[in-house]
C-alpha cells in the first residue's frame, strides 16, 4: 500500500473512504450519509447511524471468541499488584456497573463526571456510561478541587464517580475531600456519588449522597446496551484554551469508534489480540483514546499502569512491563524518555530485560526533541515514531503511519498528514505558504471523523477554531513542511505550553497570580525546560505601596497555583520586576519575553513602548536561573 494513493483518496473522496473504513464497526443501524456537510462548518460523521461503543468495544469481542481473552492489565507497582481482567470479566463488571448507575436514574444523554485514579475501575465507569448512552466526563486526578469545580459546573454530571486516592510514587493523595472541596465551590450539585474504597485510604461517606461502589453494584442486574445515535455525544474532555476556562472537547460515538479502529492498524500497525500500552493517564485525550476505546475496539490487550517511568521503583519499570506483559506497542510522551535517560543514560536497566516482543515506540504530547529521539532510537532499536495530535482531534493529525507505508524518519518531524487530515501551513493573512516556509498549521474542513465536531453546548466557541480562517480548522500550532513533504511542528502560537507531556493554559495562571491582593500585573511565560519539555516561569508588578519581601509574594503565589490549578502545573519560579514590557498600544509582549527566559537572540520590536524594560525582565530573569548563561 502507498501512502500517497490512500492520502490522496482520504482527501479527494472522504465520505467512500470513511465509509469503507465504518464497515469495521457494529452499527444497529447504518448510516444515512456518510458526510453530512449541510450545516458547515458544523460537519457530522455517519448521520443516521446508530450504534453502541461499548458494544463494540466488549460484547462484539466476547461474542467473537476473545471471551478469555486478557482485557486489560492492570499493573501497579504502588501497589505491588498485577492483576489481569479478560473480556468476558470485563464485560460483566461493566455491564453490572452499568445497571447499578441505571438504577440511580442515569440514563441516555446524562453526564457523569469520573475523578479517578489509574486503576481498571475508572475503564469500567467510563464503558458503563457508554454502554447507556451516557456521557462521560473524566478529570485528570492531579487538578485541584478549583479546576474540578469548573469543570462540575459546565457538564452538569447527575453522578460523580471516584475513589478514595490515588498513589503518586510514594505519597497517597487522599481524594475523596478533593471531590467534596469542588462540589461545595460548585453551584451545581450532583445528586450522587459512588465512590471506589481503595485499602490505602478509607473515605468518609456522606449520608444520602456518597455511595460505596463495592455496596452499590452487589445486586445490580446487568444493562444491556442502549444504542446511540453516530453523532450522539460519547464523551466530553476538558482541555486549556488560553484563558482560565477550560474548552470541553465533545467526541461522537460513530466518528470516534470508525477512526480509532483505523487508525489501530494503519497508523499503530497491531494486529487484534496483541498487547498495547499507552502509558499515560485516563484523564488525558491519549487516556481516552488509546488506553481506552482504541485498544478495546480493536480487540487489544490494553495496559493500565499505575506508576511513573522512574522511580516505581526504578528507570527500568518501562523496561519491565514490557518484558513481563509482552507489550508489542509503547506509546508514550518524550519526557517520560527523557526521565529515563537522565537516571539511565547508558541503558544499564534495559539490559536487565528482555523486550524483543517491542515492534515500536509511539511518542506525542509534546514536540519530540531529536536528542531524545536519538537516544531512544539508539537504546531500542525499533522504530521510533513521532506523532503529532491534540485532545480536540483524539487520534493523530501528522504521523509515520507504520500499516500503510514506512518512510524514512527525519528527526524532528513527525513525519506526514495522516489520511484525513489536509494540512497546510499559512501566513498571517491566510495564505497558503510553500513547502520551507514556517507559519500556521491549518487544516482545511472537514476534519475527519473522530475529530470535535464541537465543544459541549458551546456552539460559539467552538466556532473560534474555524471561523479565523474560514474553511479551516486552527490548530493553534505553528510550523512548517519541507521539501520532501515532511511536517515540522515548532509549538504553540497561542498561550498554551506543554508541561511534562501536559496541556496547561498560562492564561489561567495568570489569572490566579492576578488575583493576589499585592500584585499589580503579571505574566506567565513557558520557558524550555531539559526535562518537562517546558515549565511556567511568573513575571510579576506588584502595587505601588507594597514593601513586603518579594520572596513571600513569590512562595505564596506558587502556593495558590498549586491550590487553585493543581501541582501538575509545576509553577515554582516567579520574579518581581518594576514593569512588563509592553507595546505602546499596551500589550505585554510575550514573544520576546520568551525569548529572553529562554536565552535566545532577540530583536527589540518597534513597537515597544520603553525598551528600556528589557533590561529589567534580563535581570530578573538571571535571578530565577533563565536568560542567557
Ligand atoms: N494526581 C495528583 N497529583 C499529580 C498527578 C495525579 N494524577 N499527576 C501529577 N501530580 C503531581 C505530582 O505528584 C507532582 O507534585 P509535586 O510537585 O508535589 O511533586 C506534580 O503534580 C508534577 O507532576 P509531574 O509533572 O508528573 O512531575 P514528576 O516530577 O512527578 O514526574 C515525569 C516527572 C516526567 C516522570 C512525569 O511527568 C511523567 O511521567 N510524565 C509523562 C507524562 C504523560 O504521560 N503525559 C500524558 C500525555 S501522553
Ligand atoms: P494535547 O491537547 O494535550 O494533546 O496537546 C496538544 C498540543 O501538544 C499540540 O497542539 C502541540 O502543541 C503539542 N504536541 C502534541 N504532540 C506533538 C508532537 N508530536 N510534536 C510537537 N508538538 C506536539
Not at 491519549?286 to 475496539?297: D, M
Not at 471523523?449 to 479565523?468: A, F, H, I, N, S
Amino acid at each position: 500500500m502507498k501512502y500517497q494513493e490512500v492520502y490522496a483518496r482520504s482527501i479527494s473522496e472522504p465520505a467512500a473512504f470513511w465509509g469503507e473504513a465504518g464497515e469495521a464497526i457494529e452499527w444497529t443501524k447504518k448510516w444515512d450519509k456518510v458526510l453530512d456537510d449541510a450545516n458547515k462548518p458544523f460537519y457530522r460523521w455517519f448521520a443516521g447511524g446508530e450504534l453502541n461503543t461499548c458494544y463494540n468495544a466488549l460484547d462484539y469481542h466476547v461474542a467473537e471468541g476473545r471471551k478469555d481473552q486478557v482485557a486489560i492489565i492492570y499493573d501497579s507497582p504502588v501497589t505491588d499488584t498485577v492483576r489481569k481482567i479478560t473480556y468476558g470479566e470485563l464485560l460483566e463488571e461493566v455491564s453490572v456497573f452499568a445497571g447499578a448507575l441505571g438504577g440511580l436514574g442515569v440514563a441516555k444523554g446524562d453526564t457523569v463526571i469520573i475523578y479517578m485514579p489509574m486503576i481498571p475501575q475508572a475503564l469500567t465507569a467510563m464503558l458503563a456510561c457508554a454502554r447507556i448512552g451516557a456521557v462521560h466526563s473524566v478529570v485528570f486526578g492531579g487538578f485541584a478541587p478549583n479546576e474540578l469545580a469548573i469543570r462540575i459546573d459546565d457538564a452538569k454530571p447527575k453522578v460523580m464517580i471516584s475513589a478514595s486516592c490515588g498513589i503518586e510514587g510514594k505519597k497517597v493523595l487522599a481524594y475523596k475531600p478533593l471531590l467534596d472541596e469542588a462540589i461545595r465551590i460548585a453551584a451545581h450539585k450532583p445528586e450522587k456519588c459512588v465512590i471506589y474504597q481503595r485499602p490505602q485510604v478509607s473515605a468518609e461517606l456522606a449520608a444520602g449522597r456518597d455511595l460505596d461502589w463495592k455496596a452499590f453494584v452487589q445486586n445490580a442486574a446487568p444493562a444491556p446496551c442502549v444504542p446511540v445515535a453516530a453523532t450522539d455525544p460519547l464523551y466530553i474532555l476538558y482541555t486549556s484554551g488560553t484563558t482560565g476556562k477550560p474548552k470541553g472537547v465533545m467526541r461522537d460515538n460513530g466518528g470516534h469508534a470508525v477512526a480509532l479502529k483505523w487508525s489501530m492498524r494503519y497508523i499503530y500497525d497491531v494486529q487484534p489480540g496483541e498487547v498495547f500500552w499507552a502509558a499515560s493517564d485516563v484523564g488525558w485525550v491519549v487516556g481516552h483514546s488509546y488506553i481506552v476505546y482504541a485498544p478495546l475496539l480493536y480487540g487489544c490487550t490494553t495496559i493500565v499502569y499505575e506508576g511513573k517511568p522512574v522511580g516505581t521503583p526504578d528507570p527500568g519499570a518501562f523496561w519491565r512491563v514490557i518484558s513481563q506483559h509482552g507489550v508489542s506497542v509503547l506509546f508514550t510522551a518524550p519526557t517520560a524518555f527523557r526521565a529515563i535517560k537522565k537516571e539511565d543514560p547508558n541503558g544499564e536497566y534495559l539490559k536487565k530485560y528482555n523486550i524483543a516482543c517491542l515492534r515500536y515506540l509511539f511518542l506525542a504530547g509534546e514536540r519530540l526533541d531529536p536528542d531524545t529521539y536519538y537516544w531512544a532510537s539508539d537504546m531500542l532499536k525499533i522504530p521510533v515514531v513521532d506523532h503529532w495530535w491534540q485532545t480536540e482531534t483524539g487520534w493523530p493529525i501528522a504521523a509515520n503511519c507504520m500499516g500503510i507505508e514506512r518512510f524514512p524518519i527525519k528527526a524532528g518531524s513527525p513525519t506526514k498528514p495522516a489520511p484525513g487530515y489536509n494540512v497546510q501551513i499559512q501566513d498571517l493573512d491566510g495564505k497558503t505558504l510553500p513547502n520551507g516556509q514556517e507559519g500556521a498549521v491549518v487544516i482545511k474542513l472537514p476534519l475527519p471523523p473522530g475529530c470535535l465536531p464541537t465543544l459541549w453546548k458551546d456552539d460559539k466557541r467552538y466556532l473560534e477554531y474555524v471561523m479565523e480562517r474560514p474553511g479551516y480548522y486552527m490548530t493553534g500550532d505553528g510550523g512548517r513542511f519541507d521539501e520532501d513533504g515532511y511536517l515540522y511542528i515548532m509549538g504553540r502560537i497561542d498561550d498554551v505550553i506543554n508541561v511534562a507531556g501536559h496541556r496547561l493554559s498560562t492564561g489561567a495562571m495568570e489569572e490566579i497570580v492576578a488575583r493576589h491582593k499585592d500584585v499589580a500585573e503579571c505574566a506567565v511565560l513557558g520557558a524550555d525546560d531539559q526535562l518537562k519539555g517546558q515549565v511556567p516561569v511568573g513575571f510579576v508588578v506588584l502595587k505601588a505601596g507594597v514593601d513586603r519581601k518579594p520572596e513571600e509574594i513569590i512562595a505564596e503565589l506558587v502556593q495558590m497555583v498549586r491550590n487553585e490549578l493543581g501541582a501538575l502545573a509545576c509553577f515554582k519560579e516567579a520574579a518581581v520586576v518594576k514593569a512588563l514590557p509592553k507595546t505602546r498600544s499596551g500589550k505585554i509582549l510575550r514573544s520576546t519575553m520568551r525569548k529572553i527566559v529562554d536565552g535566545k537572540e532577540y530583536v527589540v520590536p518597534s513597537t515597544i513602548d520603553d525598551p528600556a524594560v528589557l533590561g529589567f525582565i534580563e535581570e530578573s530573569a538571571k535571578t530565577i536561573g533563565y536568560g542567557r548563561k
